[in-house]
Antibody, heavy 121, light 108 residues
Framework: QLQLQESGPGLVKPSETLSLTCAVS??????????WGWIRQPPGKGLEWIGS???????YYKPSLTSRVTISVDTSRNNFSLKLSSVTAADTAVYYC?????????????WGQGTMVTVSS | DIQMTQSPSTLSASVGDRVTISCRAS??????LAWYQQKPGKAPKLLIY???TLEGGVPSRFSGGGSGTEFTLTISSLQPDDFATYYC??????????FGGGTKVEIK
């Protein structure tokens, strides 16, 4: 069955770029209608959608993060990635990757376990 | 952005209780609303989509209702496994998708 697993540094310095990868196993990232997303959750707080991508590379970002976010897909490695530039302490959060249920305008029905990223010098 | 407001933020209940959580959207989202359950240290789990459709494998004691701007999640008979935080999410507009602030269901 399809599984997602986030990976990347757990500590990032302020003003640097946060980089995470989500490995998709048990299925192809190029499956029809498969949109893939990143969501984050600051400690003790709620969920925030960051952006989503289709395997063709079409991306959709939260408008307030557009200037700092890049989501990309690597079909040869069956994974997709998140880069968030110029990070501050406010970007400290658990970062989740997830798959939209059927298409972009559909909820997130399969999630990775999440990875904690702390922004600190 | 479409704002999603959940109430209450915390709910204390006992096993066997009927529990209802509310979610209000700042503008109409038709039926494009999902509910998630999240336990400490775990990823959210999709429970309900299209306001009232149960995701596969979700117990039938969970039900969702509403349309437009007012929605509810009801647990008909609270079980020990149901103590968790619940989030609503609108997916009517992906610019951006937005979540409610969460409702923590605690043991009374």
């Amino acid at each position: 069955q399809l599984q997602l697993q986030e990976s990347g540094p757990g500590l990032v310095k302020p003003s640097e770029t946060l980089s995470l990868t989500c490995a998709v196993s048990g299925g192809s990232i190029t499956s029809s209608s498969s949109y893939w997303g990143w969501i984050r959750q600051p400690p003790g707080k709620g969920l925030e959608w960051i952006g989503s991508i289709y395997y063709t590379g079409n991306t959709y970002y939260k408008p307030s993060l557009t200037s700092r976010v890049t989501i990309s897909v690597d079909t040869s490695r069956n994974n997709f990635s998140l880069k968030l530039s110029s990070v501050t302490a406010a970007d400290t959060a658990v970062y989740y990757c997830a798959r939209h249920r059927r298409g972009l305008s559909d909820p997130l029905h399969l999630w990775g376990q999440g990875t904690m990223v702390t922004v600190s010098s | 952005d479409i704002q999603m407001t959940q109430s209450p933020s915390t709910l204390s209940a006992s096993v066997g209780d009927r529990v209802t959580i509310s979610c209000r959207a700042s503008q109409s989202i038709a039926i494009w609303l999902a509910w998630y359950q999240q336990k400490p240290g775990k990823a959210p789990k999709l429970l309900i989509y299209e306001a009232s459709t149960l995701e596969g494998g979700v117990p039938s004691r969970f039900s969702g209702g509403g349309s437009g701007t007012e929605f509810t999640l009801t647990i008909s008979s609270l079980q020990p496994d149901d103590f968790a935080t619940y989030y609503c999410q609108q997916y009517n507009s992906y610019s951006p998708f937005t979540f409610g602030g969460g409702t923590k269901v605690e043991i009374k």
